[in-house]
Nanobody, 127 residues
């Protein structure tokens, strides 16, 4: 199992930007389909964005489409989430997740499909 560590969270004003990173251990990151999820206080964890292992396909929740961009650098074993035009409703703990040996044509979007999870990073957007 790959180990995942998120970073880049913090406090930002509405309209601002943050870039989250997810560093993966080991040499197998390039074989993992990856995703970002978030969980706000009192709410269930929800899908944010996902990417296949080659980086050629992505998927986004409607609530972030056009504002967030997921990407990966397999040479650096790192997943990214660029978040622009942030809104107070984006406030949550953000988690990266991964699953190995997923066909490259598939982009996973359900939390139950992922087997490896990071510890999360807090993003707070003030109004």
């Amino acid at each position: 199992q790959v180990q995942l560590v998120e970073s880049g969270g913090g406090l930002v004003q509405a309209g601002g930007s943050l870039r989250l990173s997810c560093a993966a251990s080991g040499r197998t990151f390039s074989t993992y389909a990856m995703g970002w999820f978030r969980q706000a206080p009192g709410k269930e964890r929800e899908f944010v964005a996902a990417i296949n292992w080659s980086g050629s396909k992505t998927a986004y929740a409607d609530s972030v489409k056009g504002r967030f961009t997921i990407s990966r650098d397999n040479a650096k074993n790192t997943l990214y989430l660029q978040m622009n035009s942030l809104k107070p409703e984006d406030t949550a703990v953000y988690y990266c997740a991964g699953r190995r040996w997923v066909p490259d044509i598939v982009v996973l979007t359900k939390s139950a499909d992922f087997s490896s999870w990071g510890q999360g990073t807090q993003v707070t957007v003030s109004s």
